[in-house]
């Protein structure tokens, strides 16, 4: 489709014309109510207003179906009424009721509904744009001539997100489209001070399409948005659109707007989005509007007083939509099969999920043509072709392509080559995967896996060495799962595969070659359970990953010398299976935690301040930690034996604590 076609008007009969108003008119009548209701200490929270956007919202959302999808930008309530939410639901939500879009859990910044398409407004900066690309990603992979919209302000451009999302979506073609509502100003800052290089320059960079459009006329938005999307539904790529408009109120409520005159403002709203459609309705039609209006001033009305009546969430309902429940698992049998090693648990698992579910897709840097870094993954990508997707290196995108695409419905396994690397894709990991489910209400589903390895001793360097457990594992949302066996690996990723919750799978890469006896291919080992592997009767050393390998040497060392310590293997670090360490600790008095990761603020003070609190009538001794300084991996080989601890370390820790 040429330039000229993408901007050629099109005579649209009267009942669109007006239907595009009634959307529009909603939209201002809602912001306008909204804040009434904040200045009234009504709306609690906070709250950003696009009065003046109307059109941009109504034309970008006026081709798309319920299946389209949709996200958006903390100040999204006009791209959520565009897409079908209603004015009730969202007046609860503003006040914080349990009537509520997302039950009272989100307010004005997250307001989500996936089952209209809607992914969700958000209060991190630029953060839809990744997962926008992972729903295009799920619509491409089930072949569904599905469209994203992705909304986002002329401030997030300089957000690596943006950069990393649209250089995802134009290396695999996505059906997305980037709509920058430019209105002119980057929360208190002129977009003129925040970036050098146009978007249509920035969209030729890409490689991708770039239109331009008055974001305050809504057919003109709406015609265009109506081009694109057929074009997109038919095959073609990405697009960069930008929908030049103004924010007649401050970046936030209260803002006292010291960064830009009132005659600028003013100058602004004689291009109202309202009266530029207006002034195209024929005279006849005019006293229809004015029925609009009418019409949507008694909606608003009695959605705010259906909002007033609504009672506010239940305590009993605190701990609600934090995580789904998860499927009962029972412990499996001890495996018997032949000797097989963990890195082929990991390829097994991900080959039996692939085949067993259409819905599963793994995705990550090098993991298809090349097989993964350490060869992990090695033939997937033809057996299961398109499903097995490389990646550029953008950890946030492809974090950011698993929330997206499990919003959608589809169960994605992404990588992140190492552990380290996580602090480059934290937020989609923090805010994202590990909020959404709870910020929604419940409404949002967030099966994925983000797999990754660590592993200290082979003077990988600071870099590339840390266990990061205990930071993943103080996100109330994700799970963070580590096992310590091949068969464990196996039975575990299926189980974290197969889960409805956010699950971080942490392998240790000085595992991959550690053989064990190979489970059936049903085999699956619950999650959040922990194994007790080696009964004891006078100390509990509690263990996970690599280090449970040396704790089990180091209970055989002191077993010769009559000191029977019990073995627990975590296996999940979160959620804690809490149970199983004080059962254990109430039969032996004495409790040792040994792990890799460095001591202070770690996986073993949580399970001391346990130990205090829970236990504490049991202690007949200290609890003491076995686990290196609080420092970073020394590279040199000399210095990081010092720093790691090994077996002779737990066994003089066992010696001392056994001797109390």
């Known amino acids: 489709m040429t330039q000229t076609e993408l901007s050629t008007p099109?005579?649209?009969?009267?009942?669109?014309?007006?239907?595009?108003?009634?959307?529009?008119?909603?939209?201002?009548?809602?912001?306008?109510?909204?804040?009434?209701?904040?200045?009234?200490?009504?709306?609690?929270?906070?709250?950003?207003?696009?009065?003046?956007?109307?059109?941009?919202?109504?034309?970008?959302?006026?081709?798309?179906?319920?299946?389209?999808?949709?996200?958006?930008?903390?100040?999204?309530?006009?791209?959520?009424?565009?897409?079908?939410?209603?004015?009730?639901?969202?007046?609860?939500?503003?006040m914080g009721r349990a009537t509520g879009?997302?039950?009272?859990?989100?307010?004005?910044?997250?307001?989500?509904?996936?089952?209209?398409?809607?992914?969700?407004?958000?209060?991190?900066?630029g953060a839809g744009l990744p997962i926008a690309v992972g729903a295009a990603t799920a619509s491409r992979l089930?072949?569904?001539?599905?469209?994203?919209?992705?909304?986002?302000?002329?401030?997030?451009?300089?957000?690596?997100?943006?950069?990393?999302?649209?250089?995802?979506?134009?290396?695999?073609?996505?059906?997305?489209?980037?709509?920058?509502?430019?209105?002119?100003?980057a929360e208190f800052s002129s977009a003129a001070d925040q970036h050098r290089a146009p978007l249509s320059a920035r969209a030729a960079g890409y490689g991708i399409g770039y239109e331009h459009v008055d974001g305050n006329d809504v057919v003109a938005v709406a015609d265009l948005m109506t081009a694109i999307v057929g074009r997109i539904r038919r095959g073609a790529g990405p697009v960069l659109v930008e929908a030049e408009t103004y924010r007649w109120h401050g970046h936030y409520e209260g803002d006292p707007e010291r960064y830009r005159s009132a005659e600028e403002v003013a100058g602004w709203k004689e291009r109202d989005p309202l009266l530029v459609l207006r002034r195209r309705l024929a005279p006849e039609d005019l006293h229809a509007a004015d029925a609009v209006d009418a019409e949507i001033e008694a909606e608003i009305a009695a959605a705010v007083e259906a909002a007033r009546r609504a009672p506010a969430p239940a305590p009993e309902t605190l701990f609600h939509y934090v995580s789904e429940v998860r499927p009962s698992v029972p412990e499996p049998a001890p495996p018997t099969g032949e000797v097989f090693r963990t890195m082929d648990a990991v390829r097994l698992a991900l080959e039996h999920e692939l085949a067993a579910d259409p819905d599963v897709f793994v995705a990550g840097i090098d993991v298809g043509a090349g097989g993964n870094v350490f060869g992990l993954t090695r033939g997937l990508a033809d057996r299961f072709p398109g499903r097995v997707r490389d990646m550029p290196i953008s950890e946030t995108a492809i974090v950011g392509t698993a929330v997206g695409a499990a919003m959608a419905g589809m169960r994605p396994v992404v990588e992140i080559m190492y552990m380290d690397f996580i602090g480059a894709c934290f937020d989609q990991l923090l805010n994202q995967a590990a909020k959404l489910r709870f910020m929604t209400g419940g409404r949002a589903s967030l099966p994925l896996v983000v797999r990754t390895q660590f592993g200290a001793g082979k003077s990988s360097g600071s870099q590339h060495s840390q266990s990061l457990e205990a930071l993943l594992a103080h996100i109330p949302g994700l799970t963070v799962v580590m096992p310590s066996t091949p068969a464990d690996t196996y039975g575990l990723l299926r189980a974290a595969i197969r889960d409805p919750n956010p699950v971080v799978f942490v392998e240790n890469r000085l595992q991959y070659g550690r053989k064990g006896p190979r489970p059936p291919a049903d085999h699956l080992v619950p999650i959040g359970k922990a194994k007790v592997v080696r009964e004891g009767r006078d100390?509990?050393?509690?263990?996970?990953?690599?280090?449970?390998?040396?704790?089990?040497?180091?209970?055989?060392?002191?077993?010769?010398?009559?000191?029977?310590?019990?073995?627990?293997?975590?296996?999940?670090?979160?959620?804690?299976?809490r149970e199983t360490v004080l059962a254990s600790l109430a039969k032996t008095n004495r409790l040792v935690i040994a792990h890799e990761a460095v001591r202070d603020f770690g996986v073993g003070a949580e399970l001391v301040a346990m130990a205090a609190n829970e236990g504490f009538w049991h202690l007949d001794a200290p609890v003491v930690r076995v686990a290196p300084p609080p420092m970073p991996a020394p590279y040199t080989p000399e210095l990081e034996r010092l720093w790691l601890p090994d077996h002779d370390a737990i066994v003089r820790t066992l010696r001392q604590v056994a001797s109390v």
């Open 142 to 185: 089930r072949g569904t001539h599905g469209v994203v919209v992705a909304f986002f302000g002329d401030g997030a451009v300089a957000q690596g997100m943006f950069h990393e999302a649209v250089n995802l979506a134009a290396v695999e073609n996505l059906p997305v489209i980037f709509l920058c509502e430019n209105n002119h100003y």
């Open 101 to 125: 879009t997302c039950h009272g859990r989100g307010g004005s910044m997250h307001i989500a509904d996936p089952e209209h398409g809607i992914f969700g407004a958000n209060g991190i900066v």
């Open 10 to 94: 099109r005579l649209r009969p009267a009942a669109e014309l007006l239907e595009m108003y009634r959307r529009m008119r909603r939209i201002r009548r809602f912001e306008e109510r909204a804040a009434e209701l904040y200045r009234a200490s009504e709306v609690p929270g906070f709250l950003h207003l696009s009065i003046g956007q109307e059109a941009s919202a109504v034309g970008a959302c006026w081709p798309l179906s319920s299946d389209d999808v949709v996200t958006s930008t903390h100040r999204g309530h006009g791209h959520c009424l565009a897409k079908g939410l209603d004015t009730q639901g969202m007046f609860a939500e503003l």
């Open 539 to 577: 100390l509990t050393l509690v263990s996970y990953s690599r280090m449970l390998h040396d704790c089990l040497a180091a209970a055989e060392t002191v077993s010769a010398e009559g000191i029977e310590v019990e073995v627990i293997d975590l296996r999940t670090i979160a959620p804690l299976d």
